[in-house]
T-cell receptor
Framework: AQSVTQLDSHVSVSEGTPVLLRCNYSSSYSPSLFWYVQHPNKGLQLLLKYTSAATLVKGINGFEAEFKKSETSFHLTKPSAHMSDAAEYFCVVSGGRDDKIIFGKGTRLHILP | DSGVTQTPKHLITATGQRVTLRCSPRSGDLSVYWYQQSLDQGLQFLIQYYNGEERAKGNILERFSAQQFPDLHSELNLSSLELGDSALYFC????????????FGDGTRLSIL
């Protein structure tokens, strides 16, 4: 069975410092992995998707994620946080034998001025 | 703008009532997904339709039902409403199956009084 765990429910960083949002997954098959962002009172927006073409995936707004099969991780990073990055971030795994889509519980990112 | 339209944006009703939420997918997308987001349960996948047919079921209650019409718009029907059904309901669409990126609407906020 597939599962996804976002290791932090809240992360606070200062503006201009790096961001790291952690995600571990479990899957018996090669999964598809996504990161979505949700701003207040808005729907989710796709940040990036892992397609197995490259382990380092670049997304929108300067975000990127690295797929590490040995660690079953897909952590999201950004070199320099901006106030507009304050939002909730969801790691998602889909595919596999049962072809389910599973959302993590989300990580709320706070940006300190 | 994701291209996914959900109506209404807000809905206030009473326990025991029935409501219908509507979703128009992004042009060209054949799959529609419904999600429920609440503070205690997080983001829960309810159901997926692909080109008019039910493709997958998640944590959808028997009191809830959905359908996708020939023009690909979808409706989510919620009946015998309970206080615990108060939540944000999202619709998303994708070109194909669950390995494809999903495009989310801004949601319908349902409040049960």
């Amino acid at each position: 069975a597939q599962s996804v765990t976002q290791l932090d429910s809240h992360v606070s960083v200062s503006e201009g410092t790096p961001v790291l949002l952690r995600c571990n997954y479990s899957s018996s098959y090669s999964p598809s992995l996504f990161w979505y962002v949700q701003h207040p009172n808005k729907g989710l927006q796709l940040l990036l998707k892992y397609t197995s073409a490259a382990t380092l995936v670049k997304g929108i707004n300067g975000f990127e994620a690295e797929f590490k099969k040995s660690e079953t991780s897909f952590h999201l990073t950004k070199p320099s946080a901006h106030m507009s990055d304050a939002a909730e971030y969801f790691c998602v795994v889909s595919g596999g034998r049962d072809d389910k889509i599973i959302f993590g519980k989300g990580t709320r990112l706070h940006i300190l001025p | 703008d994701s291209g996914v339209t959900q109506t209404p944006k807000h809905l206030i009703t009473a326990t025991g009532q029935r409501v219908t939420l509507r979703c128009s997918p992004r042009s060209g997308d054949l799959s529609v997904y419904w999600y429920q987001q609440s503070l205690d349960q997080g983001l829960q996948f309810l159901i997926q339709y692909y080109n008019g047919e039910e493709r997958a079921k998640g944590n959808i209650l028997e009191r809830f039902s959905a359908q996708q019409f020939p023009d690909l718009h979808s409706e989510l029907n919620l009946s015998s409403l309970e206080l615990g059904d108060s939540a944000l309901y999202f619709c998303a669409s994708s070109v194909g199956g669950r390995n494809q990126p999903q495009h989310f609407g801004d949601g319908t906020r349902l409040s049960i009084l």
